[in-house]
């Protein structure tokens, strides 16, 4: 009798093809994986980085436009700076793009992206990220910080009249994330 059903034996079919017991385990388990992974994919992801620009991927090689011109960090490091980048758009405003990379060969990896708004409107600017990046892990009165599993990000608003900044790092930029708080 073919009734779709598994035995006691652990023989079976599967829609009229005979399966065994560890193959429809198997089947279920798929089954109950691809459920659990579809329910994570409905989260939001997370940010890497800003535009084209990624912490896990980009180098000074892919900083084609604009210039660039090496620069010592403020803990000494040498590192090489990218300014006059195709702009950013946030909100309804335009951002300048600068970056930073660890040293001056091109496969230095990429340690900070800089937008800078211009006749800033800070709320703007605050809705931008919160879009972005979700509600920040601390505000102060002119700034805001956020941080997800891949950067830091912090929010200037204003870094000075008319003027937002805001900085993202790699986690692994404690130094550079410390001195920014202090800003």
């Known amino acids: 009798m073919n009734d779709g059903s598994l035995t006691l034996a652990g023989r079976g079919t599967l829609d009229g093809v005979r399966v065994s017991a560890p193959t429809t385990i198997a089947v279920v ?15 939001k992801p997370e940010f890497a980085g800003v535009g084209k620009w990624r912490f896990t991927r980009s180098t000074l090689k892919d900083a084609r436009d604009g210039v660039c011109q090496p620069t010592d960090l403020s803990d000494g490091r040498k590192a090489t700076w990218c300014f006059a980048q195709p702009p950013y758009k946030v909100g309804k405003r335009v951002a300048e793009v600068d970056l930073y990379f660890l040293g001056t060969e091109p496969d230095a990896t990429l340690i900070e992206i800089q937008l800078k708004v ?3 409107v800070e709320d703007e600017v605050d809705r931008w990220m919160r879009a972005a ?3 920040p892990i601390e505000t102060k009165s002119t700034r805001a910080y956020w941080k997800n599993s891949f950067l830091w990000a912090a929010a200037l608003m204003p870094s000075e ?3 937002c900044v805001m900085h993202f790092l790699p986690l692994s930029e404690n130094g550079e994330i410390e001195r920014i708080k202090k800003l």
């Open 29 to 43: 388990l798929a089954a109950v994986l691809a459920l659990g992974l579809g329910a994570c994919e409905s989260r």
């Open 118 to 120: 211009r006749g800033c």
């Open 133 to 135: 990046f979700g509600p």
């Open 161 to 163: 009249p008319g003027r």
